[in-house]
């Protein structure tokens, strides 16, 4: 039981991976070194027969064993599990929840399947609530998430956040909530954005379009921008991208992948603007890209480094 249990959350993992569009070598190999096995591989296409896309995932898979592939009802409750939910024996096929809250912390992150059999993958310092009986509602309070939606015209997919709802039916998206600013783009399907206090539908949102929307509906125009649909939440790589940005934006951004923080030194050094692509595994390497970018030096301090610009050279 514990192992079928770890078999569907990992499923979740790799699923939300994988329909992230690129992959690296050493994850394609991990990929198939673990649905190599019987068990992994059943909990991977119950997750793909949720989404009804066993069809595709078959011609893929390793040969099918004895062990029927477990109904859609059994695979909601062990979703639920997977999600650290407690369902006792003989639960409903759609389990009460009292507001689950999920927390990342610096430098963490997490995949995570939901009830109803969506996935959700939550970037580095974040903090969300989810309640899922008769309607399926995200409260973001703070960070980034992508959304993998499992399709349900009866039950329209939520996520709150600042003074809007992001609604959905069967698509995936993602959402960032960093302050004030608040951004959704999309991969798959369609998105409305709703102004929460009066329900009124603001725009909508396709696959390979975004939006960074004002603090309040009204207060701004809110664009809609294109974006390449492998782009969004390439954060689920560990890769940064900024165009034209202020140093001090990108800074505050590395500061949640690392647990020794960077400061700027002076306000002209943080003011300026940068455009940078950045894989952030390693933070001594990255630190030294963009110092090389802006001129500046890295320097050690106690418990922090500081970005310093270097000296104007003599005439």
Known sequence: MIRDERAREEAG??????????TTLEERKAFDRWRADATNQRALDAMHELWGELAVLKTQAVPPVARPVPS????????????????????????????????TGIGEQQTRALP????????????????????????????????????????????????????????????????????????EGIVAIIDRENGRELMRLRAGEMSVLPPEPGQGRAAVLPVP????????????????????????????????????????????????????????????????LLDARVEPGAGFDSLVAAPASAS
């Open 13 to 22: 993992q790799w699923f939300a991976i994988m329909r992230r569009g690129a």
């Open 72 to 103: 859609r009802r059994a695979f909601m409750v062990a979703a639920s599990v997977a999600a650290m939910v407690a369902v006792g024996t003989g639960a409903v096929l759609m389990p009460r929840l009292t507001m689950t809250e999920v927390r």
């Open 116 to 187: 109803d059999g969506s996935v959700m993958a939550v970037n580095v310092d974040s903090r969300l609530q989810y309640d899922f009986d008769d309607r399926r509602r995200i409260r973001m309070d703070s960070g980034e998430a992508v959304f993998y939606v499992r399709k349900d015209p009866n039950r329209p997919f939520v996520v709150s956040a600042g003074a809007y709802d992001v609604r959905a039916v069967g698509t995936a998206f993602n959402v960032r909530r960093r302050g004030d600013a608040m951004e959704v783009s999309v991969s």
């Open 229 to 292: 649909v492998e782009s969004v939440a390439q954060w689920r790589m560990r890769v940064l991208e900024y165009d034209d940005v202020p140093v001090q934006a990108l800074i505050a951004e590395l500061n949640r992948f690392y647990d020794r923080p960077l400061r700027i030194d002076g306000t002209a050094l943080a003011n300026r603007r940068i455009t940078v692509r950045l894989r952030v595994e390693d933070r001594d390497r990255t630190l030294q890209t963009v110092a090389e």
